[in-house]
């Protein structure tokens, strides 16, 4: 049974370019969540998806947008890249409906520079 | 505003012996909790939750506590291992669907 994964590993970037994160949710999860991991800090919230609809959001910009597709997979886009930006970015699905416990994958380290 | 504290960052036990993990809360909403363990280079991993209607919950070597009154809950794990070394992280929801808040870490290190 795959884990939930994300692609890329790792992404170097400079100020102002664009990013596009993606995560596979745990098969038979249906609700994604992103989360921002910075330095020496607990995970922030972003933005939860369900339904290919953002549900919840946490204290982000509108810079950071995301998508869900029809498989549950979703995409986090970061524009106008900042150096503050440069954290692990977590993705973490869930059963809606079955489990409160989300599962993480293992991150996308993204440094701006 | 920090809703969810670890206020050790690290913590430091002997093979074999228990390791106390704590953790307070601000938010008297948060209804839900669950303990994380991250190793570097990869994801949290969920460990044991617990709900608000109940105030112990077990699963082999750990076993989460909960004050409710103390807005306190803690992680034990006991026999300590070597390879149970790497950062806590506790988390809280409301109703478990409001998107989990997150604790700072604790380091642990199981000595050998």
């Known amino acids: 049974d795959a884990g939930v994964t994300q692609s890329p590993t790792h992404l170097i970037k400079t100020r102002g370019q664009q990013v596009t994160l993606r995560c596979s949710p745990k098969?038979?999860?249906?609700?994604v969540s992103w989360y921002q991991q910075a330095l020496g800090q607990g995970p922030q919230f972003i933005f939860q998806?369900?339904?290919?609809?953002?549900?919840q959001r946490g204290n982000f910009p509108d810079r950071f947008s995301g998508h869900q597709f029809p498989n549950y997979s979703s995409e986090l886009n970061v524009n106008a890249l900042l150096l503050g930006d440069s954290a692990l970015y977590l993705c973490?699905?869930?059963?809606?409906?079955?489990?409160?416990?989300?599962?993480f994958g293992p991150g996308t380290r993204l440094t701006v520079t | 505003d920090q809703q969810v504290k670890q206020n050790s960052p690290s913590l430091s036990v002997q093979e074999g012996r228990i390791s106390i993990l704590n953790c307070d809360y601000t938010n008297s909403m948060f209804d839900y909790f669950l303990w994380y363990k991250k190793y570097p280079a990869e994801g949290p991993t969920f460990l044991i939750s617990?709900?608000?209607?109940?105030d112990k919950n077990e699963d082999g070597r750990f076993t989460v506590f909960l004050n409710k009154s103390a807005k306190h809950l803690s992680l034990h794990i006991v026999p300590s291992q070597p390879g149970d070394s790497a950062v806590y992280f506790c988390a809280a929801s409301v109703a478990g669907n409001t998107p989990l808040v997150f604790g700072k870490g604790t380091r642990l290190s199981v000595i050998a």
């Open positions: 973490a699905s869930r059963a809606r409906g079955l489990t409160y416990e989300q599962y």
């Open positions: 998806y369900y339904e290919e609809e953002e549900r």
């Open positions: 098969s038979g999860h249906d609700t």
């Open positions: 617990i709900s608000s209607i109940k």
